[in-house]
Protein backbone atom coordinates (compact mmCIF):
# COMPACT_ATOMS: atom_id res chain seq x y z
CA UNK A 1 0.00 0.00 0.00
CA UNK A 2 0.97 3.43 -0.61
CA UNK A 3 -0.08 7.25 -0.39
CA UNK A 4 -3.70 7.04 -2.47
CA UNK A 5 -3.94 9.08 -5.76
CA UNK A 6 -7.27 10.62 -4.71
CA UNK A 7 -7.80 13.67 -1.98
CA UNK A 8 -10.78 14.91 -0.06
CA UNK A 9 -11.85 17.89 1.37
CA UNK A 10 -10.96 17.32 4.88
CA UNK A 11 -7.28 15.68 4.01
CA UNK A 12 -7.86 12.15 5.44
CA UNK A 13 -7.44 9.31 3.80
CA UNK A 14 -9.08 5.68 3.72
CA UNK A 15 -12.22 7.46 4.82
CA UNK A 16 -10.53 6.21 8.71
CA UNK A 17 -11.30 9.98 10.16
CA UNK A 18 -9.30 11.27 13.09
CA UNK A 19 -7.30 8.53 15.20
CA UNK A 20 -4.68 9.09 18.01
CA UNK A 21 -2.23 6.46 19.10
CA UNK A 22 -1.40 6.64 22.56
CA UNK A 23 1.73 5.11 24.00
CA UNK A 24 1.36 3.53 27.70
CA UNK A 25 4.66 1.68 29.39
CA UNK A 26 7.47 2.68 31.70
CA UNK A 27 10.37 4.53 30.43
CA UNK A 28 12.92 2.75 28.74
CA UNK A 29 10.36 0.40 27.11
CA UNK A 30 11.33 1.46 23.35
CA UNK A 31 8.00 3.63 23.25
CA UNK A 32 9.33 6.51 21.88
CA UNK A 33 11.34 4.20 18.80
CA UNK A 34 7.75 2.89 18.21
CA UNK A 35 6.20 6.52 17.70
CA UNK A 36 9.30 7.79 15.57
CA UNK A 37 8.78 4.37 13.23
CA UNK A 38 4.73 4.42 13.05
CA UNK A 39 5.05 8.02 12.04
CA UNK A 40 7.70 7.64 9.51
CA UNK A 41 5.41 5.00 7.59
CA UNK A 42 2.30 7.19 7.82
CA UNK A 43 3.87 9.93 6.34
CA UNK A 44 5.11 7.59 3.65
CA UNK A 45 1.61 6.19 3.30
CA UNK A 46 1.02 10.55 2.44
CA UNK A 47 -1.50 10.59 5.99
CA UNK A 48 -0.62 13.56 7.19
CA UNK A 49 0.44 12.43 11.10
CA UNK A 50 2.69 13.56 13.18
CA UNK A 51 4.62 12.30 17.04
CA UNK A 52 4.02 14.81 19.48
CA UNK A 53 5.97 13.93 22.50
CA UNK A 54 5.22 15.24 26.20
CA UNK A 55 8.66 14.94 27.34
CA UNK A 56 9.43 17.10 24.28
CA UNK A 57 7.09 19.98 25.32
CA UNK A 58 8.26 19.62 28.49
CA UNK A 59 11.83 20.30 28.03
CA UNK A 60 10.22 23.53 25.73
CA UNK A 61 8.79 24.75 28.76
CA UNK A 62 11.21 24.33 31.15
CA UNK A 63 14.16 23.10 30.37
CA UNK A 64 16.07 19.17 30.34
CA UNK A 65 16.50 17.23 33.60
CA UNK A 66 18.78 19.72 35.14
CA UNK A 67 15.97 22.18 35.38
CA UNK A 68 13.40 19.86 36.83
CA UNK A 69 12.00 20.21 40.53
CA UNK A 70 13.04 17.32 42.45
CA UNK A 71 9.82 15.89 42.68
CA UNK A 72 8.62 16.08 39.50
CA UNK A 73 8.93 12.32 39.07
CA UNK A 74 8.21 10.86 42.50
CA UNK A 75 5.52 8.99 43.01
CA UNK A 76 3.38 10.99 44.95
CA UNK A 77 4.09 13.45 47.90
CA UNK A 78 4.75 16.45 45.33
CA UNK A 79 4.25 19.89 46.54
CA UNK A 80 1.64 22.01 45.12
CA UNK A 81 3.59 23.88 43.15
CA UNK A 82 4.88 20.72 41.25
CA UNK A 83 1.80 19.47 41.13
CA UNK A 84 0.67 22.50 39.45
CA UNK A 85 3.80 22.87 36.93
CA UNK A 86 2.75 19.32 35.78
CA UNK A 87 -0.78 20.12 35.59
CA UNK A 88 -0.33 22.85 33.20
CA UNK A 89 2.23 21.23 30.82
CA UNK A 90 -0.22 18.10 30.43
CA UNK A 91 -2.92 21.07 29.40
CA UNK A 92 -0.88 22.93 27.36
CA UNK A 93 0.47 19.68 25.53
CA UNK A 94 -3.26 18.85 25.14
CA UNK A 95 -4.15 21.91 23.42
CA UNK A 96 -1.20 21.26 20.93
CA UNK A 97 -2.46 18.09 19.94
CA UNK A 98 -5.83 19.26 19.23
CA UNK A 99 -4.82 22.22 17.44
CA UNK A 100 -2.75 19.59 15.29
CA UNK A 101 -6.21 17.74 14.60
CA UNK A 102 -8.27 20.99 14.02
CA UNK A 103 -5.76 22.46 11.07
CA UNK A 104 -6.54 18.91 8.98
CA UNK A 105 -4.24 16.34 11.17
CA UNK A 106 -5.07 12.94 10.45
CA UNK A 107 -2.89 10.88 12.98
CA UNK A 108 -1.13 11.88 16.27
CA UNK A 109 1.04 9.30 18.23
CA UNK A 110 0.56 10.84 21.60
CA UNK A 111 4.37 10.13 22.98
CA UNK A 112 3.86 10.01 27.09
CA UNK A 113 3.91 7.19 29.75
CA UNK A 114 -0.18 7.35 30.56
CA UNK A 115 0.56 5.08 32.68
CA UNK A 116 -2.36 5.27 34.70
CA UNK A 117 -6.51 3.82 34.23
CA UNK A 118 -7.60 7.21 35.19
CA UNK A 119 -5.21 9.17 32.58
CA UNK A 120 -6.11 6.83 29.73
CA UNK A 121 -9.69 7.68 30.69
CA UNK A 122 -8.65 11.27 30.05
CA UNK A 123 -7.24 10.94 26.78
CA UNK A 124 -10.18 9.13 25.52
CA UNK A 125 -13.01 11.27 27.13
CA UNK A 126 -11.15 14.60 25.96
CA UNK A 127 -10.51 13.54 22.33
CA UNK A 128 -13.45 11.51 21.99
CA UNK A 129 -15.33 14.54 22.36
CA UNK A 130 -13.93 15.68 19.08
CA UNK A 131 -14.43 12.82 17.01
CA UNK A 132 -11.12 11.05 17.10
CA UNK A 133 -11.12 7.42 17.42
CA UNK A 134 -8.65 6.42 20.29
CA UNK A 135 -6.15 3.48 20.28
CA UNK A 136 -3.24 1.99 22.74
CA UNK A 137 -0.23 0.87 22.14
CA UNK A 138 1.09 -0.44 24.97
CA UNK A 139 5.47 -1.64 25.46
CA UNK A 140 5.77 -4.41 28.06
CA UNK A 141 9.23 -5.39 28.60
CA UNK A 142 9.44 -8.76 30.97
CA UNK A 143 13.43 -9.07 29.61
CA UNK A 144 15.57 -7.14 31.81
CA UNK A 145 18.40 -6.86 29.51
CA UNK A 146 16.04 -4.89 27.17
CA UNK A 147 15.33 -2.37 29.72
CA UNK A 148 18.78 -2.34 30.31
CA UNK A 149 19.98 -1.83 26.45
CA UNK A 150 17.25 1.16 26.37
CA UNK A 151 18.89 2.59 29.68
CA UNK A 152 22.18 2.37 28.23
CA UNK A 153 21.11 4.00 25.08
CA UNK A 154 19.78 7.29 26.93
CA UNK A 155 22.66 9.01 27.38
CA UNK A 156 23.30 8.84 23.37
CA UNK A 157 19.59 10.18 22.11
CA UNK A 158 17.82 11.40 24.63
CA UNK A 159 17.87 15.32 25.15
CA UNK A 160 16.45 15.10 28.82
CA UNK A 161 20.57 14.39 29.02
CA UNK A 162 23.04 16.36 26.75
CA UNK A 163 26.23 17.11 27.90
CA UNK A 164 25.34 14.93 30.97
CA UNK A 165 28.26 12.24 32.61
CA UNK A 166 26.56 8.72 31.18
CA UNK A 167 26.90 7.18 34.25
CA UNK A 168 25.03 10.23 35.81
CA UNK A 169 22.49 9.99 33.17
CA UNK A 170 22.13 6.05 33.70
CA UNK A 171 21.90 6.57 37.56
CA UNK A 172 19.19 9.26 36.79
CA UNK A 173 16.85 7.51 34.76
CA UNK A 174 17.13 4.22 36.77
CA UNK A 175 15.92 6.82 39.81
CA UNK A 176 12.81 8.16 37.16
CA UNK A 177 11.65 4.50 35.99
CA UNK A 178 11.51 4.20 39.42
CA UNK A 179 9.08 6.53 40.76
CA UNK A 180 6.92 5.60 37.51
CA UNK A 181 6.83 1.86 38.49
CA UNK A 182 4.63 2.60 42.09
CA UNK A 183 1.60 4.23 39.92
CA UNK A 184 2.15 2.21 36.65
CA UNK A 185 -1.44 0.13 35.69
CA UNK A 186 -1.26 -1.96 32.83
CA UNK A 187 -4.26 -1.88 30.48
CA UNK A 188 -7.09 -4.47 30.93
CA UNK A 189 -9.78 -2.45 29.96
CA UNK A 190 -11.83 -4.77 27.23
CA UNK A 191 -13.11 -2.29 25.51
CA UNK A 192 -10.18 -0.40 24.58
CA UNK A 193 -8.67 -0.37 21.18
CA UNK A 194 -5.19 -1.78 21.49
CA UNK A 195 -2.36 -3.39 20.86
CA UNK A 196 0.25 -4.82 23.68
CA UNK A 197 3.51 -5.20 22.47
CA UNK A 198 5.86 -6.96 24.98
CA UNK A 199 9.58 -7.40 24.97
CA UNK A 200 9.42 -5.87 21.54
CA UNK A 201 7.91 -8.06 19.54
CA UNK A 202 8.39 -11.43 21.21
CA UNK A 203 4.46 -11.88 21.70
CA UNK A 204 1.49 -9.19 20.41
CA UNK A 205 -2.01 -8.80 21.98
CA UNK A 206 -4.11 -7.06 20.07
CA UNK A 207 -7.55 -6.32 20.95
CA UNK A 208 -10.84 -4.66 19.08
CA UNK A 209 -8.77 -2.67 16.53
CA UNK A 210 -11.46 -1.27 13.86
CA UNK A 211 -11.02 0.21 10.45
CA UNK A 212 -8.60 0.12 7.76
CA UNK A 213 -6.24 2.12 8.49
CA UNK A 214 -5.73 0.86 12.61
CA UNK A 215 -5.76 -2.49 11.06
CA UNK A 216 -2.54 -1.08 8.97
CA UNK A 217 -0.69 0.71 11.50
CA UNK A 218 -1.18 -2.80 13.69
CA UNK A 219 0.43 -4.93 11.07
CA UNK A 220 3.40 -2.09 10.71
CA UNK A 221 3.99 -2.71 14.23
CA UNK A 222 4.20 -6.61 14.41
CA UNK A 223 7.16 -6.10 11.84
CA UNK A 224 9.33 -3.99 13.42
CA UNK A 225 12.23 -4.12 16.85
CA UNK A 226 14.65 -1.80 18.42
CA UNK A 227 17.68 -3.60 17.78
CA UNK A 228 20.19 -0.92 16.79
CA UNK A 229 21.56 -1.25 13.48
CA UNK A 230 22.54 0.82 10.02
CA UNK A 231 21.20 0.92 6.62
CA UNK A 232 22.99 1.72 4.18
CA UNK A 233 22.30 3.01 -0.16
CA UNK A 234 24.45 3.66 -3.11
CA UNK A 235 23.53 3.58 -6.64
CA UNK A 236 24.38 0.88 -9.10
CA UNK A 237 27.63 1.35 -11.22
CA UNK A 238 27.79 2.45 -14.76
CA UNK A 239 26.38 0.23 -17.37
CA UNK A 240 27.54 -0.15 -20.94
CA UNK A 241 24.17 0.97 -21.97
CA UNK A 242 23.00 3.66 -19.98
CA UNK A 243 18.85 4.84 -19.99
CA UNK A 244 18.11 1.80 -21.80
CA UNK A 245 15.65 -0.34 -19.61
CA UNK A 246 15.39 -2.78 -22.11
CA UNK A 247 19.12 -3.41 -22.59
CA UNK A 248 19.75 -4.27 -19.00
CA UNK A 249 23.60 -3.99 -19.83
CA UNK A 250 26.31 -5.22 -17.90
CA UNK A 251 28.70 -2.96 -16.20
CA UNK A 252 31.03 -0.38 -17.83
CA UNK A 253 35.08 -0.69 -16.98
CA UNK A 254 34.20 2.58 -14.88
CA UNK A 255 31.37 0.57 -12.85
CA UNK A 256 33.33 -2.42 -12.60
CA UNK A 257 35.86 0.43 -10.99
CA UNK A 258 32.77 1.79 -8.80
CA UNK A 259 31.93 -1.64 -7.47
CA UNK A 260 35.21 -2.71 -6.17
CA UNK A 261 35.65 1.32 -4.50
CA UNK A 262 31.87 0.56 -3.04
CA UNK A 263 33.06 -2.47 -1.20
CA UNK A 264 36.43 -0.87 -0.28
CA UNK A 265 34.69 2.34 1.40
CA UNK A 266 31.86 0.14 3.09
CA UNK A 267 34.84 -1.88 4.64
CA UNK A 268 36.81 1.24 5.50
CA UNK A 269 33.98 2.70 6.88
CA UNK A 270 32.53 -0.24 9.41
CA UNK A 271 36.03 -0.69 10.62
CA UNK A 272 36.29 2.86 11.26
CA UNK A 273 32.97 3.36 13.09
CA UNK A 274 34.14 0.20 15.65
CA UNK A 275 37.16 2.43 16.27
CA UNK A 276 35.31 5.37 17.09
CA UNK A 277 32.68 3.83 19.38
CA UNK A 278 35.45 1.70 21.12
CA UNK A 279 35.18 4.07 23.87
CA UNK A 280 31.85 5.11 23.87
CA UNK A 281 31.45 0.84 24.58
CA UNK A 282 33.74 0.96 27.50
CA UNK A 283 32.04 3.65 28.88
CA UNK A 284 28.87 2.23 28.53
CA UNK A 285 30.40 -0.90 30.40
CA UNK A 286 31.66 0.48 33.38
CA UNK A 287 28.42 2.57 33.36
CA UNK A 288 26.36 -0.92 33.39
CA UNK A 289 28.94 -2.58 36.31
CA UNK A 290 28.22 0.50 38.15
CA UNK A 291 25.16 1.19 37.78
CA UNK A 292 24.63 -3.05 38.91
CA UNK A 293 27.16 -2.70 41.77
CA UNK A 294 24.25 0.26 43.07
CA UNK A 295 21.60 -1.90 42.68
CA UNK A 296 22.60 -5.36 43.82
CA UNK A 297 24.93 -3.55 46.64
CA UNK A 298 27.82 -6.12 45.23
CA UNK A 299 31.25 -4.49 45.46
CA UNK A 300 32.95 -6.98 43.71
CA UNK A 301 36.09 -5.91 41.04
CA UNK A 302 34.83 -5.05 37.58
CA UNK A 303 34.52 -7.62 35.09
CA UNK A 304 37.62 -8.09 32.24
CA UNK A 305 36.25 -6.93 28.75
CA UNK A 306 35.32 -9.90 26.80
CA UNK A 307 36.84 -11.34 23.76
CA UNK A 308 34.92 -9.60 21.21
CA UNK A 309 35.06 -6.36 22.90
CA UNK A 310 37.74 -3.38 21.90
CA UNK A 311 38.63 -1.32 25.01
CA UNK A 312 39.51 2.43 24.51
CA UNK A 313 43.23 1.82 26.43
CA UNK A 314 43.80 -0.85 23.60
CA UNK A 315 42.67 0.69 20.87
CA UNK A 316 45.04 4.15 22.08
CA UNK A 317 47.52 1.97 22.43
CA UNK A 318 47.62 0.15 19.20
CA UNK A 319 47.65 -3.43 21.12
CA UNK A 320 46.52 -6.36 18.49
CA UNK A 321 42.58 -6.71 19.53
CA UNK A 322 39.28 -8.41 18.36
CA UNK A 323 37.36 -6.45 15.69
CA UNK A 324 33.76 -8.80 16.17
CA UNK A 325 33.35 -11.71 17.94
CA UNK A 326 34.27 -14.96 16.33
CA UNK A 327 36.75 -12.80 14.26
CA UNK A 328 40.77 -13.11 13.69
CA UNK A 329 42.84 -11.05 16.10
CA UNK A 330 44.05 -8.23 14.34
CA UNK A 331 47.67 -7.40 14.78
CA UNK A 332 48.06 -2.92 15.75
CA UNK A 333 45.52 -1.52 14.56
CA UNK A 334 47.18 1.75 12.91
CA UNK A 335 49.04 -0.68 10.47
CA UNK A 336 46.93 -4.19 10.22
CA UNK A 337 45.16 -4.79 7.22
CA UNK A 338 41.14 -5.57 7.66
CA UNK A 339 40.90 -9.03 8.36
CA UNK A 340 37.45 -11.12 7.88
CA UNK A 341 36.26 -14.00 8.25
CA UNK A 342 34.56 -16.21 5.12
CA UNK A 343 31.12 -15.60 6.40
CA UNK A 344 30.08 -12.06 6.45
CA UNK A 345 26.37 -12.68 7.53
CA UNK A 346 27.26 -14.38 10.55
CA UNK A 347 26.08 -13.31 13.89
CA UNK A 348 29.24 -11.68 15.22
CA UNK A 349 31.06 -11.33 11.65
CA UNK A 350 30.74 -7.49 11.57
CA UNK A 351 33.36 -5.62 13.10
CA UNK A 352 32.98 -3.40 16.00
CA UNK A 353 31.20 -4.67 19.77
CA UNK A 354 28.39 -5.44 18.18
CA UNK A 355 29.20 -7.60 15.57
CA UNK A 356 26.56 -7.03 13.58
CA UNK A 357 26.76 -8.75 10.03
CA UNK A 358 26.22 -6.72 6.79
CA UNK A 359 23.47 -8.22 3.76
CA UNK A 360 23.65 -6.83 0.51
CA UNK A 361 20.20 -6.55 -1.36
CA UNK A 362 20.12 -5.80 -4.84
CA UNK A 363 17.50 -5.90 -7.87
CA UNK A 364 17.78 -8.96 -10.21
CA UNK A 365 19.07 -6.12 -12.99
CA UNK A 366 22.81 -6.59 -14.53
CA UNK A 367 23.42 -3.41 -13.21
CA UNK A 368 22.56 -3.76 -9.25
CA UNK A 369 23.35 -7.14 -8.60
CA UNK A 370 26.74 -7.02 -10.56
CA UNK A 371 27.79 -3.98 -8.56
CA UNK A 372 27.54 -6.35 -5.98
CA UNK A 373 29.99 -9.28 -6.80
CA UNK A 374 33.00 -7.16 -4.98
CA UNK A 375 30.64 -8.00 -1.74
CA UNK A 376 30.44 -11.58 -2.78
CA UNK A 377 33.60 -12.40 -3.32
CA UNK A 378 34.75 -10.84 -0.03
CA UNK A 379 32.03 -13.51 1.97
CA UNK A 380 29.13 -11.06 1.82
CA UNK A 381 26.06 -12.29 1.45
CA UNK A 382 23.95 -11.10 -1.26
CA UNK A 383 20.25 -10.85 -2.28
CA UNK A 384 18.62 -10.30 -5.51
CA UNK A 385 14.94 -9.12 -4.76
CA UNK A 386 13.39 -8.33 -8.12
CA UNK A 387 10.77 -5.78 -6.70
CA UNK A 388 13.93 -3.58 -6.33
CA UNK A 389 13.97 -3.29 -10.34
CA UNK A 390 13.98 0.42 -11.29
CA UNK A 391 10.72 2.48 -12.34
CA UNK A 392 9.95 1.13 -15.93
CA UNK A 393 9.88 4.15 -18.16
CA UNK A 394 7.51 2.37 -20.82
CA UNK A 395 7.63 4.24 -24.15
CA UNK A 396 9.88 7.15 -23.45
CA UNK A 397 12.62 4.16 -22.81
CA UNK A 398 15.91 5.46 -23.92
CA UNK A 399 14.83 9.10 -25.07
CA UNK A 400 16.44 12.40 -23.28
CA UNK A 401 14.12 14.96 -22.34
CA UNK A 402 14.55 17.10 -25.12
CA UNK A 403 12.60 13.72 -27.23
CA UNK A 404 9.94 13.11 -24.42
CA UNK A 405 8.55 16.99 -25.15
CA UNK A 406 9.37 16.90 -28.66
CA UNK A 407 7.11 13.43 -28.88
CA UNK A 408 4.64 13.63 -26.33
CA UNK A 409 4.02 17.13 -25.58
CA UNK A 410 1.38 16.36 -23.70
CA UNK A 411 2.33 13.38 -21.21
CA UNK A 412 5.20 15.62 -20.29
CA UNK A 413 2.73 18.43 -18.79
CA UNK A 414 1.53 16.35 -16.97
CA UNK A 415 4.36 14.74 -15.68
CA UNK A 416 5.48 18.35 -14.84
CA UNK A 417 2.55 18.82 -12.56
CA UNK A 418 2.11 15.32 -11.45
CA UNK A 419 5.74 13.99 -10.90
CA UNK A 420 4.91 11.23 -8.34
CA UNK A 421 1.44 10.14 -9.87
CA UNK A 422 1.97 10.72 -13.28
CA UNK A 423 3.00 7.33 -15.86
CA UNK A 424 3.92 7.67 -19.63
CA UNK A 425 2.10 4.96 -21.54
CA UNK A 426 3.21 1.23 -20.52
CA UNK A 427 5.69 2.58 -17.88
CA UNK A 428 5.39 2.79 -13.90
CA UNK A 429 4.64 5.75 -11.73
CA UNK A 430 6.66 6.65 -8.82
CA UNK A 431 3.24 5.70 -7.33
CA UNK A 432 3.72 2.08 -8.94
CA UNK A 433 7.04 2.38 -7.34
CA UNK A 434 5.81 2.51 -3.61
CA UNK A 435 3.15 -0.26 -4.37
CA UNK A 436 6.02 -2.39 -5.45
CA UNK A 437 8.57 -1.57 -3.01
CA UNK A 438 6.08 -2.06 0.74
CA UNK A 439 7.17 -5.81 0.84
CA UNK A 440 10.80 -4.21 0.76
CA UNK A 441 9.80 -2.10 3.63
CA UNK A 442 8.47 -4.67 5.72
CA UNK A 443 11.61 -6.88 5.18
CA UNK A 444 14.13 -3.70 5.92
CA UNK A 445 12.21 -3.29 8.98
CA UNK A 446 12.52 -7.06 10.47
CA UNK A 447 15.98 -7.04 9.52
CA UNK A 448 18.58 -7.13 12.61
CA UNK A 449 21.63 -7.03 10.82
CA UNK A 450 23.26 -3.61 8.91
CA UNK A 451 21.72 -3.62 5.29
CA UNK A 452 23.10 -2.46 1.69
CA UNK A 453 20.62 -1.71 -1.00
CA UNK A 454 22.41 -1.33 -4.16
CA UNK A 455 19.85 0.14 -6.83
CA UNK A 456 18.98 2.57 -9.28
CA UNK A 457 18.01 6.39 -8.44
CA UNK A 458 14.33 6.09 -8.77
CA UNK A 459 14.56 3.03 -6.08
CA UNK A 460 16.74 5.04 -3.63
CA UNK A 461 14.67 7.81 -4.00
CA UNK A 462 11.38 5.69 -2.69
CA UNK A 463 13.34 4.24 0.27
CA UNK A 464 14.95 7.13 1.20
CA UNK A 465 11.74 8.81 1.51
CA UNK A 466 10.63 6.00 3.72
CA UNK A 467 13.58 5.61 6.24
CA UNK A 468 13.70 9.82 6.36
CA UNK A 469 9.68 10.04 7.01
CA UNK A 470 9.43 12.11 3.81
CA UNK A 471 5.91 12.73 1.81
CA UNK A 472 5.08 11.25 -1.31
CA UNK A 473 5.01 14.10 -3.18
CA UNK A 474 8.86 15.16 -2.17
CA UNK A 475 10.19 11.45 -3.53
CA UNK A 476 11.03 12.93 -7.31
CA UNK A 477 12.56 15.95 -5.93
CA UNK A 478 15.13 14.16 -3.60
CA UNK A 479 18.89 14.49 -5.28
CA UNK A 480 20.66 11.02 -5.31
CA UNK A 481 24.60 11.23 -7.16
CA UNK A 482 26.75 8.75 -8.54
CA UNK A 483 29.39 8.14 -5.59
CA UNK A 484 27.45 8.84 -2.57
CA UNK A 485 26.92 6.44 0.09
CA UNK A 486 23.93 7.22 2.71
CA UNK A 487 24.29 5.99 5.97
CA UNK A 488 20.96 5.63 7.71
CA UNK A 489 20.74 5.06 11.46
CA UNK A 490 17.20 4.56 13.18
CA UNK A 491 17.17 6.02 17.20
CA UNK A 492 14.37 6.25 19.21
CA UNK A 493 14.23 9.72 18.56
CA UNK A 494 14.83 9.67 14.40
CA UNK A 495 16.45 8.37 11.77
CA UNK A 496 20.36 9.72 11.77
CA UNK A 497 21.46 10.24 8.06
CA UNK A 498 24.89 10.59 6.75
CA UNK A 499 26.27 10.98 3.30
CA UNK A 500 29.25 10.29 2.39
CA UNK A 501 31.12 10.90 -0.61
CA UNK A 502 33.70 7.99 -1.98
CA UNK A 503 33.60 8.28 -5.36
CA UNK A 504 34.15 11.34 -8.15
CA UNK A 505 32.27 10.20 -11.36
CA UNK A 506 33.30 13.54 -13.34
CA UNK A 507 36.85 13.04 -12.26
CA UNK A 508 36.83 9.61 -13.00
CA UNK A 509 35.17 10.03 -16.47
CA UNK A 510 37.92 12.32 -17.32
CA UNK A 511 40.75 10.31 -16.81
CA UNK A 512 39.08 7.68 -18.31
CA UNK A 513 38.73 9.85 -21.33
CA UNK A 514 42.28 10.58 -21.12
CA UNK A 515 43.10 7.26 -21.19
CA UNK A 516 40.96 6.55 -24.28
CA UNK A 517 42.63 8.95 -25.91
CA UNK A 518 46.31 7.88 -24.96
CA UNK A 519 45.03 4.79 -25.99
CA UNK A 520 43.88 5.55 -29.04
CA UNK A 521 47.46 7.89 -30.17
CA UNK A 522 49.60 4.18 -29.17
CA UNK A 523 47.54 2.07 -31.48
CA UNK A 524 48.08 4.27 -34.27
CA UNK A 525 49.43 1.84 -37.09
CA UNK A 526 48.59 -1.39 -34.93
CA UNK A 527 47.08 -4.33 -36.09
CA UNK A 528 43.51 -4.13 -35.86
CA UNK A 529 43.44 -8.24 -35.07
CA UNK A 530 46.05 -7.83 -32.34
CA UNK A 531 43.87 -6.14 -30.16
CA UNK A 532 41.43 -7.24 -27.58
CA UNK A 533 37.97 -7.37 -27.07
CA UNK A 534 38.30 -4.68 -24.59
CA UNK A 535 39.91 -2.47 -26.97
CA UNK A 536 38.04 -3.34 -29.47
CA UNK A 537 35.03 -2.35 -27.55
CA UNK A 538 36.27 1.22 -26.50
CA UNK A 539 37.53 1.27 -30.25
CA UNK A 540 33.67 0.64 -31.28
CA UNK A 541 32.50 3.78 -29.03
CA UNK A 542 31.65 1.79 -26.20
CA UNK A 543 32.93 0.68 -22.81
CA UNK A 544 33.88 -2.86 -21.86
CA UNK A 545 35.08 -4.81 -19.53
CA UNK A 546 38.05 -4.04 -17.12
CA UNK A 547 41.20 -5.90 -18.88
CA UNK A 548 42.14 -7.38 -15.61
CA UNK A 549 39.14 -9.22 -15.13
CA UNK A 550 37.82 -9.36 -18.51
CA UNK A 551 38.00 -12.95 -18.34
CA UNK A 552 36.77 -13.63 -14.79
CA UNK A 553 33.42 -11.61 -15.16
CA UNK A 554 32.86 -13.40 -18.43
CA UNK A 555 33.05 -16.43 -16.86
CA UNK A 556 30.45 -15.45 -14.18
CA UNK A 557 28.72 -14.11 -16.85
CA UNK A 558 27.67 -17.45 -18.47
CA UNK A 559 27.35 -19.21 -14.80
CA UNK A 560 25.24 -16.48 -13.79
CA UNK A 561 25.42 -14.19 -10.68
CA UNK A 562 26.20 -16.06 -7.23
CA UNK A 563 23.90 -13.58 -5.39
CA UNK A 564 21.12 -15.46 -3.70
CA UNK A 565 17.32 -14.95 -4.73
CA UNK A 566 15.30 -13.70 -2.17
CA UNK A 567 11.92 -15.64 -1.60
Not at 30 to 46: D, F, I, V
Given at each position: MAAPLYTTASGQLWHAGKILVATVGLPARGKTHLAHAL????????VKSQVFSLGDYRRRVIGGAESLPKDYFADGGRSESTEA???????????TVADFFNFGGQVVIYDANNSTQKRRYGIRERFGKMGVSVMFMESICTDQSIVEANVRSVKISSPDYV?????????????RIQGHEKEYEPIEAPSFPYIKIIN?????????IQGYLQSRIVFFLMNIHNKQRTIYF????????????????????????????????????RHKKALENAESANLERRASVMTQKERTGDSGLEPRPSAGRMTASAASAGESVSLGTGSTPTGPIAASPLQRPSHQDEEGAGPGEEGRPLVIWTSARRRSSHTAWPFSERGYRVIERPQLSEMNPGVVDGMSAEEVKKRF????????KEPYSHRFPRAESYHDLSVRLEPIIFELERARGDVLIIVQSSVLRCLLAYVQGRKPHEIPLISVHE?????????????????????DPIKEREERDKRFFQRDQDDLGADPESKT??????????????????DQHSAKLSKGPTAEAAP
Amino acid sequence: MAAPLYTTASGQLWHAGKILVATVGLPARGKTHLAHALERYLRWLGVKSQVFSLGDYRRRVIGGAESLPKDYFADGGRSESTEALRQSIQNGFDQTVADFFNFGGQVVIYDANNSTQKRRYGIRERFGKMGVSVMFMESICTDQSIVEANVRSVKISSPDYVNWDPEKAVQDFYKRIQGHEKEYEPIEAPSFPYIKIINVGQKIIVNNIQGYLQSRIVFFLMNIHNKQRTIYFARAGEALIEHLYKADADLSSLGWAYADRLAEFMEELRHKKALENAESANLERRASVMTQKERTGDSGLEPRPSAGRMTASAASAGESVSLGTGSTPTGPIAASPLQRPSHQDEEGAGPGEEGRPLVIWTSARRRSSHTAWPFSERGYRVIERPQLSEMNPGVVDGMSAEEVKKRFPDEWEKKQKEPYSHRFPRAESYHDLSVRLEPIIFELERARGDVLIIVQSSVLRCLLAYVQGRKPHEIPLISVHEGELFECAPTAYGVKTIRHEFWDPIKEREERDKRFFQRDQDDLGADPESKTTEELFIRGGADGHRAAKSDQHSAKLSKGPTAEAAP
